[in-house]
Every structure is written in C-alpha cells, then in structure tokens.
C-alpha cells in the first residue's frame, strides 16, 4: 500500500518534469568568448519564449576534448573552426551530420559555404557550415615597428627583446610560409611535413631569443602591446582591430605571404538533445539586424552576403586600415588537419618551448 | 536487529561519505587514468594495450629534461620556502604575543584568499617592464632603463614560495608551538650559542614539522600549473603543462594519462628518498599534523 | 668591586619591573659556598623572575648579581657558569641520555674521550650508571630528575638552580626526592638555589631559606628561625601552620600585648621581633597547632593551664586523623575555628567530636605583629 503511493508519487513528478522539460527546451551552446552576446540571447528568448539559452565558453582545443570526454553529449550546438572539424570527427565521432534543408544558407556567402562544406563533408554528409570568419597576422605599432611586413620580421633582431607569438600551430604555419613553403599541401605527405616542421622549430627556437615572451590570451596580448612593451606580434585580427581603437598607431598587418583565416562554423555535437532548437539559433543570429551586435562583439566577420558592411564603423576602418583587396585575395585559408598531423605540430612546440635558446 | 548490528550498520553509514569520496573521486578516476595510460593510439579509433605510451616518453630526452627541471626547481622552491618559512614559524610559535599570533597567521593566510590567476596577476602587474617596480626603480632614478622581471625563472621560483609558503608555515608553527620554551632555555643554558641551540635542539626538534612541511610544498610545486605558466618566461616548461598540452592541444589522452603517472612516480620517489635521508617516517611527519 | 670568594652567589638591590610591576623588589642575599639555599614563596612573589636574572634570561632593572665575586650583568646564559634545572626538566627527547649530558661538553668544546668519561662519570654518581643509551621517554620520572641535575653538574657549575623541579612529581616520589636532591647536593658539594612554593620542600632540604612575598625578601635564616622565630605576619603565615586571630592591642607593657581580637576573645602575645605596640594598634597574632594544649574538661578548668597561660573552651567540631600528625578542630564561643594537635590512641581517653574541651598555651608562643607594617 505504502509502496503503491510512493510509486504513484514518482511518477507523477516524473511526469511533471518531463511537461515541463517539453514546455522550456534548452539550448546549450558550446562556443568562443564574445560568440553569444548577452544581447542576442535576450533578443532569441523573446522570439523563442519555449527556449533557454546556456552559453559555455571555449576554444578548439576544449571543445574537442570536451565533447570527446562524453562522446558528444552535454551540448547541442558547437562551434569549432572549419580545419578542426573532420579530423575530430573520424577519430573521435563526436559531431552528426547537418540536415542543410533547416539552415537558411542562401544568405551565406557561396566561397565560404562552398568552402566549409568541402572540408568537413565525410561519407556524402555535411558536418558544419560557416558562421563567421577571420584571419590571424601580425600586428605592429606602426610608430616604433614600421616595417613589419612578414611572419619572419618576428625575428628581426632590430625588434629584439619586443616581440611576440603564441606558441600554437598558428604560428608554426606562418613560420612555414615566410620560409618558402606550403604546409598545407605538404599534409598529403607527412615526411615532407615533418621535414618543413623540423626546418621551423630550427627557426623558431633560434628566434626565441627575440621574443620577449609567448601570449596565451587576447587580453595578455593587448597589455604587452598597449603598454609599448612589445611592438610587433602575431595576433587574431579581431584583437588588432580592438587596439586599433585605442591607438591607432597600432594596426594589423596581413603578412605578405598571406594572412591566415579562419571560418568558425555551426556543428552539432552527435549526442545532442535540441537540434531544432539549434538550427533555430543558426538562423537566427545569420539575421542581418543580429549579425551587426555579433559581429560588435566578436570582431569577426559574418560569413553573409555582405558581412563586411555589417561590421562596426570602427572596426570597418580597422579592417581597412589593414586590408587590401590584394591582402584578402591572398588570404590562406587553414586546410583541413589530417590525423596525426596535430601529434607532430604539439611535438614541434613542446621542441620550442623546452629549448634555452633565449 | 540487535545492539552490535545496529553499531556495525552506523559506523558503516558514517563510513560511507568517506569511501564514496576515495572510490568514486580518487580510486576510480585513477583505474580510468590508468587504463588511459596503457592504450596505445595505433591509428584513428584503433587502439592496442601495450607500454608505448611510456616508451614513449623514455626515448624523448625533451620530456626527461622536462620533468627534471620541474624537480629540481621545486626543490629548489621547497628548500627556499623552508628558509624562508623558519624564521615566520619560529616568530609566530615562540616570539610572538598571543594576541598578534592570530593576526600573523592571518597575514600569512591573505595570498589563499585570491585564486592562483589573481595572485599571478598581482605578481605581472608588480613586475612587468612597463609595472610598478619598474616604473619606481625608474623613478627614483636607481636604473636608467625600464627593467624586465617577468619572464624568467627566478621570478618562477619567488612566485612559487609566495604561493606555497603558509603550507611550510603551518606545520612548523605547530611543532614549534609543542616545544617548550624551556627547552632553548636549557640549551643556553648548558652552554650553546644561538646557532647551537638551532643547529642541535630547535631544529632536530621541528624535524617532523619541516619534513611534513617540506613534503606538502613540493608536492604542490611540482603539481602547480598557472603560476609557472602565467609567470614563466619563453623557456620555462612545467611538467603540469606538458600533461595539459598531451590532453588538449594534441587530443593524446593516451600519454597525458602516462604523463600523470610518471608525475606521481617520480614525486613519490623523491618524496621517499627525502624521508630516508632524513631518517623519517610519513607516519611521525605528514600524519601527526 | 668587593671581592668575596666565600659567596659563590650575591645580589645586591637587584629591582626588576615590568611595565608598572614590580616583580623583583631590591633584594639582597649572598649564599655561602656549598650551601643549600632555598627561596620560597607563594606563586607570583617574583621568585622565577629572580631566578631567570640569575641564570640571565632576564636583565635585571637595577641592582647587582655577583657569581664568585665577578658581576655577571653583561655576561648572556650561555657564558654564565651557572646551571638550572628547569620545573619541567627540558630533557631534550630528540637526544639519548648519553646526548643530553654529553650537550653541554660538546657546546664546551670538550673533546670525544673527555665527554664519554665525564659522562660516565656523572652517571655513576647518580647511580644511574647503565641508562646512556636510553631514550628519555623511557625513564621514570625520578631518574630524568636524576638525569637533568647530571646534565648541569657535569659542566661542574658554580651554582645549580633548580626552578620547583619536584612539582610535577607525585606524593610519594616527592618526598623521597627531596632526601636524594640533599644527599646529592652534599655528594656534588655546589651551591643549589631551590625554588619552591612548598615550604615542606624548602624547610627540609635546605640550609638556609629566603622568604620571599610580592617581589620582596621577608625573611632569610634556617629553617627553624623562620619557623620559630617569624620575621613577619607573613613569614608567621606561610611557614608552617598557625591560627591566627585579628584584634586590637588593649594593652602592652612588660614585653607582652594584651589584645581583643575582633571576634571577642581576650588573648596574651609576644610581639614579633623589632616590633612594639601601643593600645589601639592592629595586629594579627599566630598561635601554631603544636603549641596548643588541648584537655578534656573533667571539672578541672584551668588545672592544666601553666602561670599566666592563655586558654579558653570549645567544643570539638571534627578531628583531622592523620596518625601522628593529627588534628582537633575545636569551636570557641566566639570567632573562627581554631586548629590544634592532639594524639589519638584509639583508647577511651581520646577526644571524640562534640565534646567540650580546654585549649591553653603559653603566651610566648603566641607571636603578634601590627597590621599592615612592612618588615624591615
């Protein structure tokens, strides 16, 4: 008897959660600092009463290790950029497939939709499409650094001791242009790889003793170029345009070999429980009207049919202050990281951090 | 159900918070970490039990030399938190007045108050080229150029004793507290001068103390993360960082986990070797406090 | 400076203050070589301050202290060839017994085969010859007395101060080291200062005692010249037993007082030394247990009272038995109860509660001295 009304009890609160679960879905974005401005979530929770939104903050690497950490569970949207997508997903299975006929892609720009989808295509099926894009460069003050023009000026002595880098692929890459190659096609054969790589940590670990220290973060960055104590550095671009508005003296440099850019994309991770409530999200933030806060907030392009216009004025005479026409035909977009490739580049680091050559 | 029965089932429900504690957050995570460590990655999603993880790490002298500076820096930082560390514990303990005894090991406690990051933080805005020791050396006219003091292993090393130092306090201060002022009486008394006395009876006294001391400092050196990182320059790898970029940047749990073992190993065996040079035992230093 | 090598110890007008305390208070006293000499007081009367100056922890405020003659103001406790055994013996437990003694040697600068025969040495004279190797936790609590008094004698100190190191004894371990610490200051043959606030302890042992009260010397002599002849109301008081009454002299001629105490009672004394009354003064008078006659009264008042005896009645509150030291508390008609010795056989002629008895003694016994007067 006594059972019979305790079961009857459960079940009847069971029910209630799941009424309640059905009536407030949630939407839990898992994404970079900046990509889910308070704002734009104030503004999808109006137009979406049934949806909350829970926002976590990442990077790439996170994200991957995370999602791998529950096999794709805990998060219904997630953002990582497009060269870190097929890799994760045929070693660790983390991610679903698009159903593209949800997303409104007409409003994206073909050359990056086209773009995203060949490089994170396995099996016939589409993994991601693009959200907004950037590129990562140098960044000088102009003032003290005027003739900063490629990813090897790092290691002019002229700016010895005053120079920056984080010491992540990024500029492994860049290093690797300056020198004459393309890594990027060399990801087809992992011995030419390995022999550019080697060719790099030599460089870089002679260089060390330029750099006055490796940045970790867009605010340690900013510090380091803000207070003059280093003139020149490998940077984001939305990071420059940021210093830009403090001292304009301080712009981005699109090295001469070519800046390397990034589109971040919409993935959805395999276990998670809201796609609709994501595909929902996608297509509300590729609205024009949300683009212009997203992209106040991120820095970063939108990957629309004129996402360029839709930046902040300030950011818009950052962007050309820093651009030409020339710069963005040249741009290199990162290529997919085949397996293995990630092992060797983190050994190459680990090569130049553990180095005593500065 | 009867009176020893009734015993038994307490003792095991007051039991239970600690076992759930040591099995689901300790032994299980371990076993996991252990299993991690004994997976060789052979190809995407294709695993193989085997040692390679650790074979590995034994041919990559960089790791070797990782893991050896991460040693003997934190010796060196335990060694400097203890010489440092003395002279507070002895002050607190014998000198000073009940009433600002409190207040002492208040002082002592503040930097536990703010997180790692603040405190590293604290510690660039002081010592960065463009901050305040800088700008006041400038100032005063004492150098003539701005001067860097970032970025480099001595500022590693001070930071680390900052941040370790309450620890070596808080045992010495309670051996010391146990000690009758008589004794070092005695021992002048008989006869010995200052270094006698600390040479011979205080500190073969706070043998126990500095040991257990010693022990909880270089466990949380060679284990700490942001502060080497935040605060270490270009060359400066930490064995914690070298795990973290296993997990994260190279998505190789496999030899993170490996990493994390050898971590253990070879604090335990440095932790071991320090209590029979010493002639201690875990149970007469770690375990009295 | 004055040299008098008789004294291993003097202090001259030593004062010692803490902030507005006093706590050591002008004494002066010089201690004869070889003798045992005890300062006993109640807790607090500065006798640890006045120790700590001697084995130099403290600086005195003003004054001199003199060990073989020579000033040892400016001289720290290590280079004072003064030893002190501490109230709770500071063995040292990271050391054997052997390290203990042998510590004292080696800050010395003795060299190996000097410290092990002094050692071995000093252990046989405290007859304890085989306890080198032992650890200290496991000596009993008479021989690490033993082993911290052979700690300091094998430095062969001229004095040995020993701070209440009986205290933390028991009863029967007590009493018993009290006649070794005698014997053993006789086979050492060096000045012991002893601090106590057991009087048993300092009457016993010593030589000579000082008497010490809030910070001031009341009294040095033997033994039984504080015991029987009381410098002070407080000497009277804290040495030995005694009744005592508070009155005011009626009348004092002849070397005699006669007093109404406060209670009612009329009672003859002996002023104390140096001191002399007049009718109307305050004063306290001491009458010990011992000098108490006590007789059942059969009829016969006042038949056992000698000439001039004080006595008065009572009736018997409770007897104290303690064998040969036992006591009746006897209540007289007026005032507080009063102590007196008595012997109890256990026959029919013992004293049994609620009687009524007679207790007399001679005024010479009963000492008074006038309220509120310092000695000296």
């Known amino acids: 008897m006594r059972i019979g009304t305790l079961a009857g009890a459960l079940l009847a609160a069971t029910m209630l959660t799941a009424a309640t679960a059905a009536q407030a879905e949630t939407l839990r974005l898992l994404t970079w600092g900046s990509y889910a401005p308070e704002e734009v979530i104030k503004m999808f929770e109006e137009k979406y009463p049934d949806i909350d939104v829970e926002v976590t903050f990442s990077n790439n690497e996170e994200m991957i290790a995370k999602l791998r950490a529950t096999g794709g569970a805990g998060f219904d949207l997630a953002q990582p950029s497009h060269d870190r997508v097929y890799a994760a997903q045929l070693e660790y299975d983390i991610y679903k497939p698009l159903d593209l006929s949800k997303i409104d892609t007409s409003v994206m720009q073909e050359k990056l939709l086209d773009g995203v989808k060949a490089n994170t295509t396995i099996d016939g099926k589409v993994y991601s499409v693009p959200h907004q894009w950037g590129t990562s460069g140098l960044m000088a003050d102009k003032s003290k650094a005027p003739d900063v023009s490629g990813w090897g000026d790092l290691c002019d002595p002229a700016y010895k001791g005053k120079t920056s880098m984080r010491l992540k692929r990024t500029i492994l890459l860049g290093t690797a242009f300056s020198m004459g190659e393309n890594p990027f096609e060399a990801y087809s054969d992992l011995d030419r790889y390995q022999k550019i790589l080697d060719k790099v940590v030599d460089k870089l670990i002679t260089c060390k003793d330029n750099i006055k220290a490796y940045w970790k973060g867009g605010d340690d960055l900013s510090a380091l170029m803000l207070s003059g104590e280093v003139v020149a550095s490998e940077t984001w671009d939305s990071t420059a345009y940021k210093l830009y508005g403090e001292n304009p003296n301080i712009v981005f440099v699109p090295p001469k070999t070519g800046a390397l850019a990034w589109i971040d994309t919409f993935t959805l991770p395999r276990k998670g429980k809201a796609d609709d409530a994501a595909y929902k999200w996608i297509n509300f933030v590729l609205q024009p009207e949300i683009v212009k806060l997203m992209s106040a907030s991120t820095g970063a392009i939108a990957a629309i049919k004129g996402g360029k216009d839709l930046m902040p004025e300030e950011k818009k005479a950052a962007i050309n202050a820093a651009f030409t026409d020339a710069d963005i035909a040249n741009l290199q977009f990162f290529a997919n990281i085949p397996p293995g490739v990630e092992d060797m580049e983190g050994k190459a680091l680990e090569k130049i951090k553990a180095a005593t050559g500065g | ?289 | 400076m004055t040299s008098k090598p008789d004294f291993d110890l003097e202090c001259s007008n030593v004062s010692k203050t803490f902030g507005p305390v006093r706590a050591v208070d002008d004494v002066s006293f010089e201690i004869p070589s070889g003798s045992f000499f005890s300062i006993l007081g109640p807790s607090g009367c500065g006798k640890t301050t006045l120790m700590r100056m001697i084995a130099g922890f403290e600086n005195p405020t003003a004054g001199d202290i003199r060990i073989k003659g020579m000033s040892v103001l400016g001289t720290p406790p290590n280079r004072r060839n003064v030893k002190m055994v501490f109230q709770h013996l500071a063995l040292f437990p990271m050391m054997n017994v052997y390290e203990n003694i042998a510590y004292g040697l080696r800050c010395a600068g003795a060299g190996k085969a000097e410290i092990a025969t002094k050692v071995k040495d000093v252990l046989e004279r405290i007859a304890l010859p085989d306890v080198g190797e032992r650890e200290i936790h496991q000596l009993s609590g008479g021989q690490k007395q033993r082993i911290a008094i052979a700690r300091c004698m094998v430095l062969d100190p001229d004095v040995l101060l020993l701070d209440e190191p009986l205290g933390a004894l028991d009863l029967k371990l007590r009493e018993a080291m009290k006649i070794e610490l005698k014997l053993l200051q006789h086979q050492f043959n060096t000045t012991f200062v002893y601090i106590t606030h057991d009087q048993s302890e300092a009457l016993v042992m010593s030589d000579h005692v000082a008497v010490m009260n809030s910070g001031r010397f009341e009294q040095i002599g033997t033994p039984q010249q504080l015991y029987h002849k009381p410098a002070s109301a407080f000497v009277a008081g804290f040495v030995g037993d005694a009744n005592r009454w508070n009155g005011r002299v009626a009348e004092a001629r002849d070397g005699r007082a006669r007093v109404e105490t406060s209670a009612g009672l009329t009672l003859t004394c002996t002023p104390g030394s140096g001191q002399t009354f007049r009718p109307g003064d305050a004063v306290e008078i001491f009458v010990r247990p011992e000098f108490i006659r006590t007789s059942a009264r059969n009829g016969q008042d006042a038949a056992n009272d000698g000439a001039g005896d004080d006595g008065l009645e009572g009736i018997v509150d409770s007897l104290l038995f303690n064998g040969a030291n036992s006591r009746a508390l006897v209540r007289p008609p007026q005032g507080e109860p009063i102590e007196a010795d008595i012997t109890l056989t256990g026959g029919p002629e013992d004293i049994r509660p609620g009687e009524t008895v007679r207790l007399s003694w001679s005024p010479d016994q009963a000492l008074c001295f006038a309220v509120g007067t310092a000695p000296r």
């Open chain 2, 1 to 289: 159900m009867n009176q020893a029965d009734f015993k038994r089932l307490s003792l095991i429900l007051l039991f239970m918070p600690f076992a759930l504690w040591i099995l689901l957050l300790i032994i299980l995570p371990h076993i996991g970490m252990g299993v991690l460590a004994l997976r060789e990655k052979v190809g995407p999603r294709v695993y193989e039990f085997g040692f390679g993880n650790f074979i590995d790490f034994a041919m990559e002298p960089i790791y070797w030399n990782i893991l050896f500076r991460t040693g003997s820096m934190s010796l060196l930082v335990t060694a400097l938190a203890l010489i440092a560390g003395f002279p507070i514990a002895y002050y607190i303990a014998k000198i000073a007045g009940r009433r600002s005894r409190g207040a002492l090991f208040l002082v002592c406690l503040i930097p536990l108050w703010v997180s790692d990051l603040i405190r590293a933080f604290g510690w660039i805005l002081l010592l960065r080229e463009t901050g305040v020791v800088s700008s006041t050396l400038l100032w005063l006219g004492l150098v003539d150029a701005p001067v860097e003091m970032l970025y480099n292993d001595i500022t590693v090393v001070i930071g680390l004793v900052y941040t370790v130092i309450l620890f070596m306090i808080v045992p010495l201060v309670s051996t010391l507290d146990g000690m009758d002022n008589a004794m070092i009486e005695a021992g002048y008394n008989l006869g010995g001068n200052g270094w006698t006395v600390l040479r011979r009876i205080i500190v073969p006294y706070a043998m126990p103390g500095i040991i257990s001391g010693c022990i909880i400092v270089f466990m949380l050196t060679a284990g700490s993360y942001l502060t080497p990182i935040l605060l270490g320059g270009k060359n400066s790898s930490w064995f914690t960082e070298t795990i973290y970029e296993q997990f994260i940047t190279r998505y190789n749990w496999e030899s993170g986990a490996a990493f994390g073992f050898l971590l253990l190993a070879f604090t335990s065996f440095v932790v071991w070797l320090g209590l029979k040079l010493s002639g201690q035992t875990l149970a007469g230093t770690v375990a009295r406090n």
